[in-house]
């Protein structure tokens, strides 16, 4: 058996050199995140602002010309631009609202008594386990209008006479999208909520139904601000992932039929990665950043008082 | 001391064998099929090359060259890769090739390969980055069954083609629901291959400024017009890709695609005689189809120029490049391989013969890329779905020619 001394206190000089210890300790073991964090977040963030000031095509890498904010004006009477935009506003407002009811009714299930319920719980989990490629390819197969399960469906019970190209369409392309990633993100908010709802005291529901408290006014004034913290982190937590999110689009429309399911974050990717306009690209992504920035702050600082 | 002198020469001595033993080529390609035969070319390779080891990697053709440009960029290109022209002009921009001139000229399977084929994969510079490894043209597929019952010819104009497919859309099992189209139209990407049949051979036009002409401007309106007026195309064909043509042809969906020679087995296997094959249609004066180029090239970065040389002058090599051409499905560009070819029936290795008179690369411009990828696709469905006219959709593709 070891043991370990404890040197004992000799003084001024080691009480200051265990205070400055005690100082120094925590930012050493912070500095290998944070010094990842740097490199692989704020370091590439520096470089795509640095790249939105240049005219920078990949396949030219030689050629690396100051336009200064030239590529931010050209964005502005780009058509793309605001198609995608208008897309992107679409696809926040529907997708996390939609994902956010969905999963607070699912959450509410969950959490009452029946036969195998940790089996359902951890069953719906699964959309948002699986890789979205692989949920994108599903759900296009499932919108296919030749061999689609979708279309097939709705013919056999008669609410359609003709199969509809769910995804060539541009009037439903993207609201089919949004269908999918609600699929995709609503576990998500089940488990949070879910966590909440499990941290709401029996007692207060024991006491509201002595009191003639309704089911309904029992979710509103003791469910619903129970779990309101919950709800607004993953609320804000989600729209950000949500705005960010290009990775079903790509693979379910990359974008078509024309510019119908265009975001702006698809956009910037399909300019940088496909044309190799990086400059544009890069111009692009930062204008987008600069909108999502108001509900990044937000969430930073409900973060900071949370910590605190 | 001695002893050590000796020891330190002996190892001097060996180094350049060690170095040559250690050798790896790094290359990338594409296959679709899953049965890849590259693991048998690498052993007999190996075999027949002691000391290099290739590392052959197979990325998915969507986002092949997406990959193999940013590898470049950042410094972790291939060695050496599977290419098609109309990359030459951003590689060559980027100085990313090896000339391969000397290399050809001392090389004995030069005399081997097909006429034409080398001046066809040259740089406008002068140079020959490029060594052929298998080529195809495409050509107009067709349910000669469905033509037989209604008692229709393969057309031959883009006339005889409209009639054909507005005959050809139909409700076979009379539910009142039309289950069989004229013709399967890839709207997505790659589909300006279908598109430039009906545009690009008419009188005059090139993608170029001539594209906005009166005749250019017919050539899309034609394609917009089978859609939207005849509706001979499947609904899903904005979106369509190769998946999609094919399967649809497959299964009976549509009576009529355009593709090549690499599809054909495939078909055969489902639909047997019931698939032939004609040249794409004369439209407007003129035919126009796509020459299929594939070529190997060795990458400037690479480590070992000459075993990544060696590496693909083996596979446009006799007896090679018949397994390697088995497992793309598409044609050898040896003289040796293509007359003992029996990879493919023969009416489709006759269609892709007869397409080679009028069959086109696409230019050789930076903008090539930005075409095929995301200009083409973008403005086809748009004009499909009616949000531009034909004439803004031609006027953006050259404006894309024009600007460079």
């Known amino acids: ?308 | 001391m001695k002893r050590t002198i000796s020891a330190l020469a002996l190892l001097a001595g060996l180094a350049p064998g060690l170095a040559s033993a250690d050798s790896t080529v790094k290359f990338w390609y594409h296959f679709d099929n899953p049965e890849n035969p590259m693991g048998d070319l690498v052993a007999k390779f190996e075999a027949e090359n002691p000391g290099i080891k290739i590392d052959a990697m197979n990325v998915p053709w969507n986002s092949y060259y997406d990959n193999l440009y940013t590898s470049i960029v950042g410094g972790n290109a291939p060695d050496a890769a599977m290419l098609k022209m109309f990359a030459l002009p951003r590689l060559l921009e980027m100085e990313a090739l090896e000339p391969l001139d000397d290399r050809i000229a001392a090389w004995q399977g030069k005399d081997d390969i097909l006429p034409n084929l080398f001046d066809l994969t040259r740089a406008e510079d002068g140079n020959q980055y490029f060594l052929p490894v298998q080529y195809v043209a495409l050509y107009l597929y067709y349910r000669a069954d469905m033509f037989q019952e209604l008692g229709l010819n393969p057309p031959q104009t883009c006339d005889e083609l409209r009639d054909a497919a507005i005959k050809l859309t139909r409700d076979t099992n009379g539910d009142g629901k039309i289950d069989t189209y004229g013709f399967g139209f890839r709207g997505g990407k790659s589909g300006h291959e279908h598109w430039g049949s009906f545009t690009l051979g008419r009188t005059g036009v090139a993608l170029d400024a001539s594209l906005t002409s009166d005749a250019g401007v017919a050539g899309t309106q034609f394609v917009i017009d089978l859609f939207q007026t005849d509706k001979v195309f499947p609904p899903s064909a904005p979106n369509d890709g190769f998946q999609e043509i094919i399967g649809a042809f497959k299964t009976g969906v549509t009576a009529m695609t355009i593709h090549h020679v690499g599809s054909s087995n495939d078909l055969v296997e489902v639909l047997g005689d019931k698939v032939a094959a004609t040249t794409v249609p004369e439209c407007g004066g003129g035919r126009w189809t796509t020459f299929g180029d594939e070529s190997t090239a060795v990458l400037s970065n690479a480590s070992d120029k000459e075993a990544a040389w060696k590496w693909i002058s083996f596979l446009s090599t006799a007896e090679n490049n018949a397994l390697f051409n088995t497992a793309t499905g598409q044609l050898p560009v040896t003289q040796s391989d293509t007359a003992a070819w029996q990879g493919h029936e023969p009416r489709f290795v006759e269609a892709t013969q007869a397409s080679l008179p009028f069959a086109h690369l696409l230019p050789a411009s930076s903008n090539t890329p930005e075409f095929v990828n995301t200009v083409w696709p973008a403005n086809m469905q748009r004009a499909l779905l009616g949000q531009i006219t034909a004439q803004q959709m031609n006027e953006a593709i050259a404006k894309l020619f024009t600007d460079d």
Not at chain 1, 105 to 113: G, I, P, R, W
Not at chain 1, 173 to 190: H, K, N, R, S, V
Not at chain 1, 212 to 229: C, D, K, M, N, Y
């Open chain 1, 1 to 308: 058996m070891t043991t370990t001394s404890v040197p004992e206190q000799e003084g001024p000089t080691s009480g200051r050199r265990a205070a400055l210890w005690r100082q120094v300790m925590p930012l050493a073991l912070l500095s290998p995140a944070v010094l990842v964090t740097l490199a692989i977040v704020f370091f590439p963030m520096i470089q795509t602002a640095w790249m939105s000031l240049h005219n920078y095509v990949l396949f030219r890498p030689k050629n690396f010309d100051w336009v200064g904010l030239q590529n931010y004006f050209n964005i502005f009477q780009d058509e793309v631009f605001w198609i995608s935009l208008r897309h992107t506003v679409l696809w926040i407002v529907i997708t996390v609202p939609a994902q956010a009811l969905l999963g607070l009714a699912t959450a509410l299930l969950l959490n009452q008594s029946f036969p195998w319920r940790p089996l359902a719980r951890a069953l719906i989990i699964i959309p948002w386990a699986l890789p979205s490629v692989v949920i994108a390819l599903m759900w296009a197969w499932i919108y296919d209008s030749n061999y689609g399960i979708l279309n097939d469906l709705l013919l056999r019970i008669g609410i359609l006479e003709t199969s509809i190209p769910w995804l060539a369409n541009p009037d439903t392309a993207l609201y089919a999208i949004i269908l999918t990633l609600t699929w995709q993100g609503f576990p998500f908010f089940a488990v949070m909520i879910l966590a909440g709802l499990q941290s709401i005291p029996q007692s207060y529901y024991e006491a509201a139904s002595l009191d003639g408290a309704t089911p309904w006014r029992q979710f509103w004034h003791i469910t619903l601000p129970g779990i309101s913290g919950v709800l607004f982190t993953a609320i804000l937590l989600r729209t950000i992932w949500v705005a960010n999110s290009m990775d079903v689009i790509f693979v379910m429309t990359g974008g078509g039929p024309g510019y119908s399911t265009y975001t702006l974050p698809l956009y910037s990717f399909l300019e940088a990665r496909t044309n190799l306009n990086f400059g544009y690209g890069s111009a692009l992504a930062m204008t987008f950043t600069l909108m999502l920035l108001g509900i990044v702050i937000l969430y930073l600082k409900r973060s900071a008082k949370a910590v605190q």
